[in-house]
Every structure is written in C-alpha cells, then in structure tokens.
Nanobody, 124 residues
Framework: QVQLVESGGGLVQAGGSLRLSCAAS????????MGWFRQAPGKEREFVAA????????YYADSVKGRFTISRDNAKNTVYLQMNSLPPAGPAVYYC?????????????????WGPGTQVPVSS
C-alpha cells in the first residue's frame, strides 16, 4: 500500500499559478498510475489529471487542458501538478491518488489509495 501526502496548496489570485506536490511512500511508487482530483464544498470529487507509471502518457480533464501539467519524478517518489491561469473559484481540495491501471482514469473508484488533500482557494 502506498501512502500519499499532498503539499503546495494555499491562497492564490485568479490568473496566478501554483504547483502542487504529492509525496508517496513505498518502494513500488513507480508502478502506479498517479492521478489528481479536486472537490469543492458540496460537489462531487472530479478528475483533474493523471499520468502513467513511466510518465509517458498524461491525461487531463477538458476544463484544465492547456493550463495544468502533471509530471512525476519516480526517483523522488513524487508527482506534481503545475496549475496556471487559475480562474476565480471558491476553495477546493486537491487530492492525489494511485491506481494500478490506466483504465477509466476519470473515475475516483479506480483509485484505492488517496492522500488527505491540500486546499486551494482562488481569489478574484
């Protein structure tokens, strides 16, 4: 089982940038597909981005394509989410998660392990 801890969240102005990190414990980190999700209060958790275990394939929600970039460093057991041009929005919690497969990556149920999340409020 991989344990995950997100960091890098915090208040950011609309139009600004932020980079989130997710540190994983466990020797098999490189074997996992990694995903980022976000959840606003009162809303369902939604897919943001995912990356294959080699880093060779990346997947994005349509709403973030061209603005967000997911990457990973298997030597550091860390996955990143670079977020640019953030639109004004209320607080949302960003979570990283692991999956063993690239099948249906947009579904939270495909990810058995989750971090506790990091909050990202975007001010207007």
């Amino acid at each position: 089982q991989v344990q995950l801890v997100e960091s890098g969240g915090g208040l950011v102005q609309a139009g600004g940038s932020l980079r989130l990190s997710c540190a994983a414990s466990g020797r098999t980190f490189s074997m996992y597909v990694m995903g980022w999700f976000r959840q606003a209060p009162g809303k369902e958790r939604e897919f943001v981005a995912a990356i294959s275990w080699t880093g060779g394939s990346t997947y994005y929600a349509d709403s973030v394509k061209g603005r967000f970039t997911i990457s990973r460093d298997n030597a550091k057991n860390t996955v990143y989410l670079q977020m640019n041009s953030l639109p004004p929005a209320g607080p949302a919690v960003y979570y990283c998660a692991t999956s063993r497969s690239e099948y249906r990556l947009g579904l939270p149920a495909r990810y058995p392990s989750w971090g506790p999340g990091t909050q990202v409020p975007v001010s207007s």
